[in-house]
């Protein structure tokens, strides 16, 4: 796997879910946001990001309060972290 740390910040007064993603190569990395059942409910990225550290935001306003999973592909395989939404 390419990355060497990703990190989940939450703020849940401005409902911003602020992802770190480090890379050790350019890769191609889709980065979505799946509910308990598994169905996406936000795609977060899905394209070429470069090797070192990537950052991206989400909005969570929109989502009812729940447990959701950042699911992270890369080369054929998958990561998933836990998400606590919490308005």
Do not use: A, C
């Amino acid at each position: 796997f390419n990355i060497s740390h990703l990190s989940l910040n939450l703020h849940p007064t401005t409902n911003i879910l602020n992802i770190e993603l480090n890379l050790l190569t350019t890769t191609q990395v889709g980065v979505s946001m799946v509910d308990l059942t598994g169905r996406e409910v936000k795609e977060i990225s899905n394209s070429e990001l470069s090797s070192g550290i990537n950052q991206m935001q989400v909005e969570t306003f929109d989502l009812p309060n729940g447990i959701y999973f950042i699911r992270v592909n890369s080369n054929g395989k998958t990561l998933q972290y836990k998400v606590s939404v919490k308005h």
